[in-house]
């Protein structure tokens, strides 16, 4: 620990000896006119790019819509790797047709399928305008479809009814913007887990070797978030912003139906404050100051009030050919994990040639771990458990972007992450009477290390075809330190990551009204542990999506879907298995 000690001492030491430099260099530069769109604020993250082949090339450009291009898809129980740690807007109606809904006020999606799948997006723009905008929408995804077990054949009825829906309010003053916004959502399902016996066989519920379980009760978990906020325009000499937000989630059940989950109130508050100067240089200081509060209903449950915080003063010069942005992240924790650390948050790309760019990143945070993001990770987590936050003290990217041949861009990177107090699911290894089973644990005191190399390629001929193909090697490291029985150690593996991800995509456009798409996800090397002893490598993820979409008008359009048409069997999380071929179709109208 020392010797780690020393080290980060070092590397905050040589930090702050580069910034003193690179400061005052800059202070002998002609002040330039260009007018620095790049606003740093605490919603958006600097990510020194390229723009995509699409934009770059000579070719017709191909139109992109307005809003985040996520396919309507029924999630068939996976998990998001790295989730938004906030309530995000589901995709609006366009998405599958390729509508530009905006030319209408709302837009409207339905899609019904097999497993009893259902998918609905609902929206309406109440206000338009330059000055106001005023936005409603709701989602719905559900199922209540029968899978089968992975290790025993057995079918089980896997139930989801998930539902969000909210209102956005922006208005634009003459110096700044204020922005309002209320959520809801509600989740409903089962834990329809395999349940494992403790000497090792896999029965299922009722059987001899396991008490009734219970796999059929509805855990229901709500979430209401509230923000108000103010910033000012992005070309303003001096900027700021401040956003205060409220979410309270609960868990409508502990461990058993007769007894009431946790509450959890969040109280946030972001700002960043900055200011230009030399024309093309800006200095600021960012932050946020989180407080977590829980209701706990049941004597047993023990979550702890505790604050978070984050201060992010930061450098940022723009160059003709370069950016540069040097900053040091101070994070601390209160309570029972009372913490301070410190990370980098340095950035600089250098346009090394044309539309090809050079880029290294250096950033760490501060993972929370709350119960509502745990939660938008693994809704099957055990909502009795507190998570101690995550400490990223490392999060380094070297890579190198690309858009000088037409049509075709890519992304070449590889990077370091050092992690400590990481969150690493395994099955539960109890199980009680009438009790919920096979939620999952979160395992405490591991750090890890991750070492990813890897590349993104994309091409677009025109707006006949465009393929993208996105492959990423991981090789971790994951310890157990010193708890309270003093043990240290290794673990066999990282549980539940993989060693190796794919993502490849093709979409053919051969009539105009008309879209084809072929998806396919392989994700390997992924293991987890049983009963705190048992190592078992779990099935591949591999997975192959076909859609097809058909626009009639700028009204109406339908689509329909072919998921994992290979038929294969596999897991994100052990004992839940992900639905085996499933189809659905759909309709699409902008009103």
Not at 96 to 111: A, D, E, H, I, S
Not at 321 to 340: A, E, P, Q, R, Y
Not at 342 to 348: E, G, L, Y
Not at 484 to 495: F, P, R
Request: aromatic fraction near 14%; charged fraction near 20%; hydrophobic fraction near 35%.
């Amino acid at each position: 620990m020392k010797t780690i000690y020393n080290i980060k001492t070092l590397c905050v030491l040589a930090f702050l000896g580069v910034f003193a430099t690179t400061v005052s260099a800059q202070e002998d530069n002609t002040a330039k006119d260009k007018n620095l769109n790049r606003e740093m604020t605490l919603e958006r993250e600097y990510d020194p790019s390229v723009q995509d082949a699409s934009k770059v090339n000579t070719l017709p450009v191909v139109k992109e819509p307005e809003v985040r291009k996520i396919p309507i898809d029924y999630a068939m129980f996976t998990i998001p790797a790295d989730p938004a740690k906030e309530i995000g807007l589901l995709p609006s109606g366009n998405i599958m047709t390729q509508m530009n809904y905006n030319k209408r006020r709302g837009y409207f999606n339905f899609g019904t399928g097999t497993y009893l799948n259902l998918n609905g997006d609902l929206g309406y723009h109440i206000l338009s305008t330059d000055k106001d905008k005023l936005n409603i929408w709701f989602s719905h995804r559900s199922t209540n479809g029968k899978v089968k077990y992975i290790q025993t054949d057995e079918k089980v009825k896997a139930k989801l009814n998930e539902n969000l829906g909210g209102i956005d309010f922006k208005h634009n003053f003459d110096k700044l913007s204020l922005l309002m916004g209320l959520k809801y959502g509600y989740s409903a399902f089962n834990y329809y887990g395999l349940p494992v016996d403790s000497k090792g066989g896999l029965p299922l519920p009722g059987s001899e070797l396991n008490p009734p379980l219970d796999i059929e009760t509805n855990q229901v978990n709500q979430t209401i978030r509230a923000n108000i906020g103010v910033e000012s325009k992005e070309d303003a000499s001096v900027g700021y912003l401040l956003d205060i937000a409220y979410v309270n989630f609960s868990h409508k059940y502990a461990l058993y139906k007769d007894i009431d989950g946790p509450t959890e109130h969040a109280f946030d508050a972001k700002f960043d404050l900055n200011a230009r100067f030399g024309g093309n240089q800006k200095i600021g200081l960012g932050g946020n100051i989180e407080y977590f509060n829980y209701n706990l209903p049941s004597e047993y449950l023990y979550f702890e009030n505790h604050a978070e915080g984050r201060v992010s003063p930061y450098y940022k010069v723009e160059g003709d050919n370069w950016n540069l942005k040097l900053g040091v992240n101070v994070m601390f924790v209160t309570g029972d994990d009372s913490k301070m650390m410190v990370s980098p948050d340095v950035a600089v790309d250098v346009e090394v040639a044309d539309k090809t760019v050079l880029y290294a990143v250096a950033g760490g945070k501060l993972n929370s771990n709350s119960m509502y993001e745990i939660s938008l990770i693994n809704r099957y987590a055990n909502p009795t458990q507190e998570v101690s936050p995550s400490r990223n003290w490392l999060d380094a990217t070297l890579g190198i972007k690309s858009g000088v041949a037409p049509g075709f861009w890519f992304d070449v990177f590889a990077g370091y992450k050092i992690t400590g107090e990481d969150v690493l699911f395994v099955p539960s290894r109890y199980a009680e009477m009438g009790g919920f089973y096979n939620y999952s644990e979160s395992m405490s005191n591991i750090d890890t290390k991750r070492f990813f190399a890897g590349a993104n390629l994309k091409y677009s001929y025109q707006q006949l075809v465009d393929f993208s193909l996105k492959g990423v090697y991981n090789h971790w490291t994951a310890k157990y330190g010193s708890g309270w029985d003093g043990v240290s150690g290794d673990l066999e593996h990282a549980w539940g990551k993989p060693e190796m991800e794919l993502n490849a995509g093709v979409s053919l456009r051969p009539l105009n009204p008309l879209t084809v798409s072929l998806d396919y996800y392989l994700a390997t090397g992924r293991y987890t542990e049983l009963y705190g002893y048992d190592v078992v490598k779990m099935k591949n993820i591999n997975e192959l999506n076909l859609t097809g979409t058909y626009t009639f008008n700028d009204t109406f359009g339908v689509y329909a879907k072919l998921n994992n048409i290979l038929c294969q069997k596999y897991e994100v999380l052990y004992g839940y298995p992900l639905q085996s071929f499933s189809a659905m179709v759909g309709v699409n109208i902008n009103f």
